[in-house]
């Protein structure tokens, strides 16, 4: 069965910095990308950013609005992928899923994790 | 611009048919989508990858009752037998090099 289980939300002033790791099972790690997607309350997803297998050299990508700030990265001894985050802001608050790419870049989706900017 | 319109809400009657439409921007009627539901308080989960010929494939576990299709720019989720736990938000998303998009999402509500 495929998992996949964020963890390391929490409340953190604008400005400030988390990580979030999303552990993952039941499939080759390895050979998935894995993609973040966000959810602010009452609204609808907003893809973040993800990472490729090794086969694809790791490559990442990020949306507009979090390029330059948020970093997706990933340990594949540790089937876990995490998604830095820096400088954020208010408006970051939301609940962050990670999801696994395969034939599209989300067929399963973990439970999420909440992340509130907040002083 | 890779963009996906949805409509706000839908209704339909318990045991009836609805279709919900996701529409891709000009230029973009070639491309796949994949078709997500969010139940209330539930975190997403993934319906189905439905290509431009309409053909799909549907994730693990994912009833009968939901199937895709399209016709031109548009794509389509119909969902027959509507049951109550149906009604949630229904999101379309495609994707291209290094970008992914999501539709608004459409509130279904089951009558």
């Known amino acids: 069965e495929v998992q996949l289980v964020e963890s390391g939300g929490g409340l953190v002033q604008p400005g400030g910095s988390l990580k979030l790791s999303c552990a993952a099972s039941?499939?080759?790690?390895?050979?998935?990308?894995i993609h973040w997607v966000r959810q602010a309350s009452g609204e609808g997803l907003e893809w973040v950013g993800r990472?490729?297998?090794?086969?694809?050299?790791?490559?990442?990508a990020y949306a507009a609005s979090v390029k330059g700030r948020f970093t997706v990265s990933r340990d594949d001894s540790k089937n876990t992928a995490y998604l830095q985050m820096n400088s954020l802001k208010t408006e970051d608050t939301a609940v962050y899923y990670c999801?696994?790419?395969?034939?599209?870049?989300?067929?399963?989706w973990g439970q999420g994790t909440l992340v509130t900017v907040s002083s | 611009q890779l963009v996906l319109t949805q409509s706000p809400s839908a209704s339909a009657s318990l045991g009836a048919s609805v279709k919900l439409t996701c529409t891709l921007s000009?230029?973009?009627?070639?491309?796949?989508i994949a078709w997500h539901q969010q139940q209330p308080e539930k975190g997403p989960r993934y319906l189905m990858k439905l290509n431009s010929d309409g053909s799909h494939i549907k994730g693990d576990g994912i009833p009968d009752r939901f199937s895709g299709s399209s016709s031109g720019a548009e794509r389509y989720l119909t969902i027959s037998s509507l049951q109550s736990d149906d009604e949630a938000d229904y999101y379309c998303q495609t994707w291209d090099t290094g970008i992914v998009i999501f539709g608004g999402g459409t509130k279904l509500t089951v009558l």
């Open positions: 990472i490729r297998s090794k086969g694809n050299n790791y490559a990442t």
């Open positions: 000009s230029g973009h009627s070639s491309y796949a």
């Open positions: 999801t696994r790419g395969s034939n599209t870049p989300t067929d399963y």
């Open positions: 039941g499939f080759t790690f390895s050979d998935s990308a």
